[in-house]
């Protein structure tokens, strides 16, 4: 070849291609190397796949997005948990309510809730992850996971409730929502309410009574009335008698007591000083007068309320135990009276033998007297019949007046008979203090021999009680059995052994320290811990409850439809079909029966119900459904790490994690989760139950996160298929059987620089934390790469036309090309841009990369690969071989410029030109033919376009062979329902009248059809107004007596005119339609709804009523009154933080 000087003339390229023939080994490389820097660059960053579905497809703006960056705004963080939705599916299609299939399914969330993942020497459990595991304050890994399931129905899903948890829920549950706000309760309505509750009092002892007032006669359980305390409306005159006096008499009660203690310390002081007293007693009396000054000074309300709680337990013995004593007593009596008369008449006259029939009174006194008898470490629940000897358990049956053990306090003097002593009501005005000593010759010298101080002082309960805390005592809780007669008549010893045995009341647990096998935490105990032992043993006589083996599945707090007080779930086992269908056609609750969220929505839960879940009830039972659906909460990874550091933490408590350790610990939890829950579900030999699963990607990647992963990365086949089948095509089209005319080597090297090309622009979006998604895998690179090498093809379709190997060949056909690849880049990347309009991260994203993309093809095409062509074209000129390039072939190059192309032949002159541009009957037959085919084309595509579905369900994402499309298919068919969320912005939430309208579309989107039901209490708004009014009831069981939590109590101190008013709320007439309170008498159907918040006039406060301007001329019981709070903005932001504050709701529901 013949070397031709570097001019550039008319009709050739300009630069950079006269200086790429001259120098093109820059060209050749900086564009590859460049090229792959930015693959091993981005490539090799750790997170460069989006897995969160959210970041591909929810729209950055619109409502939507406007709410999110509102709440940003005043830093709002994700509150929420982390979801699992565990389904549960008949293979056969059959009903899955059948007692085999839900033990199969029992077993398989026993299996999967055990599931484990070990970590830094951890054994992490689903305890750990899990997003609510407490009832309270210290009571976390003490109390099972939280989930919601149908199986909830029966006593068999009660499995997940271990001992210790079965503890807490009798410690922290039943405890503290009937035994601590009920019983005192009960104690006030007693005696201080008798006329306002004597109604409700008589409907639930008289049968009569309540079939009278249109009650089934059922109703009279006086059992029922600790339910009543705490379900009747605040407004209830019963109610309110018991709620005002009860604040009232726990704080006499309490200023009482540590008066008179207080006063009697100041006169033991005087006494001692004085020289009066006895000295041999004056250590003793140093001693209570340090011990009544203690007291005087650290009783809380919280002791006073203890104090009452057991006082009143005390009454309640045999207030609801009479016709059982009785009952108990004939029996004994009949079994053992004749052989203690016959033995009594011939060998032990000393026998005091039970009389044939016991009175009320006496079945009364005798019952108060076990109560007051001493702590048995015998037999500690002893007996009240009073029969033996002595009362320590180890006595002589009818050798004295005895009942068996007792709380060790006798509780059954005057109450506050020492205030009256002291006559603590006028301490504080001297002139009219007469304690009652001064009429006794003054304060006695010995104190606790004198007859009035025993009476008084040393007899009143409360005395007792809070003096027993310094009283230690060694005891324990034991269940020996009650002893018989010792008579030596072996009839007679032998027959009341044995009728001892069967009345033995086994109370103590091994959780009941101290016993036998546990000396507990404490060196000593005192005479008070006794004392609350005993009362609360038997308070779980009384309500049936055996600590550590009871659950809210073997005993029911009453509180929802179809559950009552002490009650039980049903059981699928060893049931038929029809009764396990009858209790799943029931209102499903939580196991607090519905107390903190109401019913469960059972259409989220049940699938291939007949009839629907909407119409089913007792009367029409379900006949069968198909599908059961479990969900389980996940915390998010900052909660669990703040979880495990707890010291209850089985195996010690786990310092050193963080929150995205605790992220890659969720997502691998989520995944062990799954395997143990799908475990054979595509195999139908496999059960009777085809299981599959979900977990969403809140807190950390789930199914879809990890799906979209493997979808996003599972491209790689088809693109590899795609690139060769690109390659050969090439291949074919520019292979000559004349090896030097041949292009196959340069053509590779073009496929190679697009392929390179299209992965460095990935890897530079992913610098620009532009993460691949699932768009961009299976979208670009089937575009980008094809674009680039039609690109590629353009090049050297263009050298090839030239005929030559000259550079003047070359720099004409760059000429040629420049502009028609300038300008077809230019034009894509316009056309990917404009897409950058959309506000779907899948597409801008997308359309972002492909722009990149585009540059790099460009920049390679047009600036690289022309250097490859010059080289191949100095092979073709030196006739070397292509691809073999270091042979020579037997002519030289010029000899092969300009051959024609033979394909070029046949596929236009031999096909293309005669069929289409050919004679003319031929011509105009097939442009018809395409006319008409065109036409149908366009017909099939707008029919096609009117039967298309708009929108993307779960089961579109999810390949059809995969377990999650059958649960997300299963789903959508069985289970159409989907969680909604309502938010408000920026609006005058201070504003009466919009916080009326606020509820109103709150209730307006509840009441469709297409909406599960709702109490109108579960929006903040509605809460926290009612928390304003005197209708709050988050006094009754608040967990600190001395901090109140009702509105009406919390004094706004700020910096306005305000300043020192409450947040109490007022009332105004609905103006907007809003829905009334569902208000019960306990007549007709359990209704499981509340409904809304306002309330007819019938069911006001006469206060409230004054205030709102009710009118009784023109005004009815039944017209309707809404709360509402007006009041300014720095006192509405306070009170509503006070309210989250103090009640512990609203969290994650608004924003201040």
């Not at 083996?549 to 707090?557: A, M, Q």
């Not at 049903?570 to 396990?580: G, I, L, M």
Request: contains cysteine.
């Amino acid at each position: 070849m013949v070397a031709e000087p570097l001019v550039t003339k008319k009709g050739e390229a300009a630069w950079p291609f006269p200086h790429m023939v001259k120098m093109p080994w820059p060209y050749l490389a900086i564009m590859p190397l460049a090229y792959i820097l930015l693959i091993y660059f981005g490539w090799t960053q750790d997170d460069y796949v989006e897995s969160n579905v959210s970041e591909i497809w929810i729209p950055r703006s619109g409502s939507y997005a406007q709410d999110n960056k509102y709440a940003a705004r005043f830093g709002k963080v994700d509150l929420g948990t982390s979801s699992i939705a565990a389904m549960a599916i008949s293979r056969d299609g059959g009903n899955i309510f059948t007692p085999d299939r839900l033990e199969e399914i029992r077993a398989r969330m026993e299996a999967a809730e055990e599931a484990t993942l070990e970590w830094k020497g951890h054994t992490i459990t689903w305890e750990d992850v899990c997003a609510s595991n407490n009832v309270g304050l210290g009571t976390t890994y003490e109390f099972p996971c939280a989930r919601i399931t149908p199986l909830d129905y029966f006593q068999e899903a009660g499995w997940f409730f271990e001992e210790n948890d079965r503890v807490t829920w009798r410690n922290s549950v039943i405890r503290k929502s009937i035994v601590k706000p009920i019983i005192p309760r009960f104690g006030i309505m007693s005696q201080y309410c008798p006329t306002q509750c004597q109604h409700q009092i008589t409907l639930r002892n008289s049968e009569a009574y309540a079939v009278l007032n249109g009650y089934d006669a059922s109703y009279a359980n006086p059992l029922g009335l600790l339910g009543d305390i705490a379900s009747m409306e605040m407004n209830d005159p019963c109610k309110r008698c018991i709620e005002e006096n009860f604040e009232v008499q726990i704080n006499n009660l309490l200023l009482a007591t540590k008066g008179s203690f207080g006063v009697l310390a100041q006169q033991i002081g005087i006494l001692i000083q004085s020289g009066a007293a006895d000295p041999s007693s004056v250590p003793q009396l140093a001693t209570l007068a340090g011990q009544y000054g203690q007291l005087a000074q650290g009783l809380t309300r919280a002791d006073a309320e203890e104090f009452f709680t057991y006082y009143t337990t005390r009454g309640l013995y045999p207030a609801f135990n009479l016709d059982g004593y009785k009952e108990a007593y004939d029996q004994l009596v009949a079994v053992l009276r004749t052989p203690c008369l016959q033995v009594k008449a011939t060998t032990r006259p000393d026998l005091i033998c039970p009389n044939e029939t016991v009175t009320d009174d006496e079945a009364e006194q005798a019952m108060l007297d076990h109560a007051d008898g001493p702590f048995s470490s015998y037999n500690t629940a002893g007996s009240p019949f009073p029969w033996w000897s002595d009362a320590s358990g180890t006595g002589k049956l009818f050798e004295g007046t005895s009942g068996v053990s007792g709380s060790g306090i006798n509780m059954a003097g005057e109450l506050l008979s020492m205030a009256f002593y002291t006559d603590i009501l006028n301490v504080q005005n001297p002139p009219a203090w007469n304690p009652l000593w001064d009429g006794l010759g003054g304060f006695p010298t010995d104190p606790l021999n004198h007859p009035v101080y025993q009476q008084t002082v040393l007899g009143d309960p409360t005395y007792n009680w809070f003096m027993a805390v310094y009283e230690t005592q060694d005891s324990i809780c034991q269940n020996n059995n009650l002893t018989g007669t010792q008579t030596q008549v072996v009839a007679l010893d032998v027959g009341s052994a044995f009728a001892m045995q069967e009345a033995t009341q086994n109370w103590c647990t091994k959780h009941d320290v101290p016993n036998k096998d546990n000396s507990g935490r404490e060196t000593s105990y005192t005479k008070q811990h006794f004392s609350i032992m005993w009362y609360d043993l038997f308070i779980d006589t009384f309500l049936g409850i055996e600590q550590g083996v009871d659950s809210p599945f073997t005993w029911t707090l009453g509180q929802g439809c179809g559950y009552s007080l002490a009650g039980e779930r049903d059981q699928y086992a060893d049931s038929n079909e029809t009764s396990v269908l009858a209790s799943a056609s029931e209102i499903l609750y939580y196991i607090d029966e519905g107390t903190s969220v109401g019913p469960i929505d059972r259409n989220i839960l049940i699938g291939g119900a007949n009839p629907s879940i909407e119409e089913i009830s007792s009367e029409n039972p379900l006949e069968e459904a198909t599908v059961i659906q479990s969900l389980y909460a996940i915390a998010f990874p900052e909660n669990v790490v703040k979880k495990v550091k707890n010291c209850n933490r089985p195996g010690g408590a786990i310092e050193d994690m963080n929150a995205a350790e605790a992220e890659e610990i969720l997502e691998n939890f989520k995944e062990e989760m799954e395997k143990i829950w799908v475990k054979g579900w595509n195999d139908d030999n496999d059960g009777e139950v085809q299981f599959v699963y979900f977990s969403d990607d809140a807190g950390s990647v789930g199914t879809t996160g990890r799906t979209l992963l493997d979808i996003t990365l599972d491209n790689g086949k088809l693109m590899s298929i795609s690139i060769c089948l690109i390659a050969i095509f090439s291949i074919i089209l520019l292979i000559s059987p004349d090896w030097i005319e041949s292009r196959v080597l340069v053509t590779l090297i073009g496929v190679s620089l697009v392929v390179l090309a299209y992965f460095a622009s990935l890897g530079l979006a992913i610098l620009f934390d532009i993460k691949i998604n699932i768009s961009t895998a299976w979208t670009l690179p089937f575009i980008i790469i094809g674009i680039g090498v039609d690109d590629v093809y353009i090049v050297l379709m263009s050298l090839k036309k030239q005929g030559g190997y000259s550079h003047r060949s070359f720099l004409r056909a760059m000429r040629e090309v420049a502009v028609p690849v300038t300008m077809t880049s230019v034009v894509n990347c316009l056309m990917f841009a404009v897409m950058n309009i959309s506000d779907i991260p899948a597409v801008y994203l997308t359309a972002t990369v492909a722009v990149i993309c585009v540059i790099a093809l460009y920049m390679g095409v047009l600036f690289c690969f022309p250097a490859y062509c010059w080289l191949d074209m100095e092979r073709q000129a030196a006739g070397k071989m292509d691809v073999f390039f270091c042979l020579n072939s037997d002519s030289d190059g010029s000899s092969h410029a300009g051959k024609e192309d033979k394909r070029q032949v046949w596929l236009y002159e031999k096909f293309y030109y005669p069929v289409v541009l050919g004679a003319p009957v031929v011509r105009i037959v097939v442009h018809m033919l395409l006319f008409l085919g065109a036409l149908a084309l366009l017909g099939a595509g707008i029919y096609g376009m009117t039967e298309r579905e708009v929108g993307l369900g779960l089961e579109d994402f999810f390949p059809v062979n995969s377990q999650a499309f059958v649960w997300a298919d299963t789903r959508t068919q069985e289970l159409a329902s989907w969680a909604i969320g309502m938010n408000w912005g920026e609006i005058e939430y201070t504003d009466p009248m919009t916080q009326q309208k606020m509820i109103k579309q709150f209730e307006d989107v509840v009441s469709t059809s297409k909406v599960a039901e709702m109490n109108t209490d579960q929006l903040w708004m509605s809460k926290f107004l009612i928390w304003s009014t005197r209708h709050c009831t988050s006094n009754f069981d608040r967990d600190d007596p001395n901090t109140y939590l009702c509105g009406m109590e919390q004094t706004y101190e700020g910096d306005g005119d305000d300043s020192g008013t409450v947040c109490a709320g007022g009332w105004m007439k609905n103006a907007v339609g809003l829905r009334d309170k569902t208000i019960s008498d306990g007549r007709g159907d359990c209704e499981p709804f509340s409904g809304g918040i306002c309330r007819p006039a019938s069911q006001m406060f006469a206060e409230d009523l004054a205030l709102a301007g009710h009118n009784n001329e023109t005004d009815s019981d039944t017209t309707s009154y809404c709360p509402f709070a007006e009041w300014s903005d720095g006192k509405f932001k306070w009170c509503l933080e006070q309210w989250r504050n103090l009640t512990n709701t609203g969290s994650g529901e608004f924003i201040t």
